[in-house]
C-alpha cells in the first residue's frame, strides 16, 4: 500500500525517504547521502527542515554527519546482550571477525569505599582489579574495568587473560546465581577517550554489571563502549525468559 506521505511532517517526509532507501538496501553502510542543498532542492523543502530530518536520523543512530564532508549511512553497530553474561570473545568471532585482548592492569588493591560497598567489604580490604581492552578486527569496542572478590576467586591474578578473558574465566569456574545489569549514557574521561580511540565528547554506552555466588558478591564489572560501534539489547520471551538462538 502506497504511503500518503501528505500525511507526515515535512521533515518527517525526508526521514521517511532515507530510511527506506536504507532499509531496502538502496543505500548501504558507508553510502554517503544527497547534500543538504540537494535534498532541499529535491523536495522544496527549507534547508531548517531537511536539517532537522538529518539531525534526527543521526540521533536514530541511522546515518552519521561528517562536518564539511557530508552524511553517510551508519554501520551496522554489533548488539551484546543484557539478559546474560556475554561472551565478547565469542560474539566477535561469531561476526567472522578477529578478536585481540589487550590486558593494562592485574592488581591487588585496597578496596575503595565504592568498590567495598560493591563487594560487601570493608573500605581497605584486599580485591582484585583488572583491566582490559577489547578489540574487534584490532579496533576497540570495550574497555573493562573489572573488581573480584578474592574471598569466592582466589587464583583470579594467576589467569592468562591473553588467552581466556576475565569474563570467560569467571562464567566457566565460578558458579553465579544472580545477575544486576544497569546500563548508562556517559562521556569517557581523556584517558578512555584515548584507550578507546575516540574524542572525548562522543558518547559511550557504560554497562556496569555485579555478580552474586550463593548472595556473595563476585564481581562488579564496568564496560565501556564507544556509542557509535555498539550497542546493548536482548531478545526475550513473554514469560520473561531470554530467548536464544
Given at each position: ?25 538502496t543505500w548501504p553502510p558507508g553510502h554517503r547521502l544527497p547534500s543538504e542543498h540537494e535534498l532541499v532542492a529535491q523536495f522544496g523543502m ?200
Amino acid at each position: 500500500m502506497k504511503r500518503d506521505l501528505p500525511t507526515l511532517a515535512l521533515y518527517a517526509q525526508v526521514m521517511d525517504h532515507i530510511s527506506r532507501k536504507i532499509q531496502d538496501g538502496t543505500w548501504p553502510p558507508g553510502h554517503r547521502l544527497p547534500s543538504e542543498h540537494e535534498l532541499v532542492a529535491q523536495f522544496g523543502m527549507a534547508r531548517m527542515t531537511v536539517n532537522r530530518a538529518l539531525r534526527e536520523l543521526v540521533e536514530q543512530g541511522r546515518i552519521v554527519r561528517v562536518a564539511g564532508v557530508g552524511s553517510f549511512v551508519a554501520e551496522n553497530k554489533p548488539q551484546s546482550t543484557l539478559l546474560q553474561i556475554a561472551n565478547i570473545a565469542s560474539e566477535i568471532r561469531q561476526r567472522g571477525h578477529d578478536y585481540r585482548c589487550e590486558m593494562i592492569a592485574v592488581e591487588r588493591l585496597a578496596a575503595s569505599p565504592d568498590v567495598a560497598a560493591w563487594l560487601d567489604k570493608r573500605a581497605g580490604d584486599s580485591v582484585f582489579h583488572s583491566v582490559c581492552l577489547h578489540l574487534e578486527n584490532g579496533t576497540p569496542v570495550q574497555l573493562e574495568e573489572r573488581f573480584v572478590n578474592p574471598q569466592v576467586v582466589p587464583d583470579y591474578l594467576e589467569q592468562d587473560f591473553t588467552a581466556m578473558p576475565p569474563s570467560e574465566y569467571l562464567v566457566r569456574n565460578v558458579p553465579f546465581d544472580q545477575i544486576e545489569h544497569v546500563v548508562d549514557a556517559v562521556l569517557p574521561n581523556a584517558e578512555q577517550a584515548e584507550r578507546l580511540a575516540m574524542t572525548p565528547t562522543d558518547p559511550c554506552l557504560l554497562l556496569t554489571r555485579r555478580t552474586w555466588s550463593r548472595n556473595v558478591p563476585v564481581t562488579w564489572v564496568r564496560c565501556l563502549h564507544p556509542g557509535s560501534r555498539y550497542s546493548l539489547g536482548s531478545r526475550f520471551k513473554a514469560d520473561g525468559n531470554p530467548s536464544f538462538g
